[in-house]
């Protein structure tokens, strides 16, 4: 089994940072792709940003600039620094780990149970 979880939610003030961090652990032999995703009251799950095993990143649009993804491979844990947050970034935050167990040769995707981001005055 592998199990994800992430901290690092809060409510902050418009133009404020947070960090948000993820730790996979578990059987894990590698982990492939890791990947920020979150939902707004009432809308979708979104794709935030994307970080290969080989460092490629991807960013939706309306985050670029201000959040930046990273991971720490010896640790099995990705970060997402959030800059100059405004109240539409307010969301639950998914942590989602493309990952193959010890053992098998199957990648599977796992999800962390979330983290609350509320920005507001």
Not at 58 to 87: C, E, H, W
Not at 98 to 104: E, K, L, P, V
């Amino acid at each position: 089994q592998v199990q994800v979880v992430e901290s690092g939610g809060g409510l902050v003030q418009p133009g404020g940072s947070l960090r948000l961090s993820c730790v996979a652990s578990g059987s894990i032999f590698s982990i492939n792709h890791m990947a920020w995703y979150r939902q707004a009251p009432g809308e979708q799950l979104d794709l935030v940003a994307s970080i290969t095993s080989g460092g490629s990143i991807n960013y939706t649009d309306s985050v670029k600039g201000r959040f930046t993804i990273s991971r720490d491979n010896a640790k099995n844990t990705v970060y997402l620094q959030m800059n100059g947050l405004k109240p539409e970034d307010t969301a639950d935050y998914y942590c989602n780990v493309r990952a193959t167990m010890r053992g098998t040769s199957v990648d599977l995707y796992y999800w962390g149970q979330g983290t609350q981001v509320t920005v507001s005055s």
